[in-house]
């Protein structure tokens, strides 16, 4: 072979070679999928110094710690439950941002709804009553018949009406 088609073949395994080893776009490495599930489970837990954001927003020192120790237990293979059970054992149910569905939680999850349902409620109840009250009011003055004056006057505006056509 001529040293023009070796350069040439090496050239294009050079170039051909990473594609031999490229991780495929939708596949995740390990560590990416550990730093999601570490998100994931911090995304749920509450900051104990700001209060008021997650432990995977904040930048507090402690909240950093939290996201240590939660990765630590991911690798170690405990689960997003285990994990959850856990941080709530030592600093109490308030450490989780979303209530739990069960006693006092489930009232914090279907009181909402149920708040909406009743206004709705509200809401249609005021808009029938209303219209029935006005719809009685108009059927009421329809009943009622024309004054002698009141007819006088509707004959009178056919007759002008008549003559301009």
């Not at 927003?57 to 990765?71: G, H, L, M, N, P």
């Amino acid at each position: 072979m001529s040293s023009k088609r070796i350069t040439a073949a090496m050239l294009a395994g050079g170039f051909l070679l990473p594609l031999l080893f490229a991780i495929p776009a939708g596949a995740l490495t390990d560590q990416e999928a550990l730093e999601k599930k570490v998100r994931g489970i911090t995304d749920q837990l509450r900051c104990p110094t700001c209060q008021g954001i997650s432990v995977n927003d904040s930048e507090a020192a402690f909240s950093r710690q939290i996201r240590d120790k939660v990765k630590r237990m991911v690798r170690e293979g405990q689960s997003e439950d285990q994990i959850k059970a856990y941080f709530e054992s030592r600093y109490g149910e308030w450490i989780l941002r979303a209530p739990k569905k069960e006693g006092l939680g489930l009232v914090l999850w279907v009181l909402p709804g149920l708040l909406m349902l009743l206004a709705g409620g509200w809401i249609v109840y005021t808009v029938r009553r209303n219209a029935r009250v006005n719809g009685k009011d108009a059927a009421s003055e329809a009943e009622q018949p024309l004054s002698k004056a009141e007819l006088e006057r509707i004959k009178r505006d056919v007759r002008l009406f008549e003559e301009e056509l």
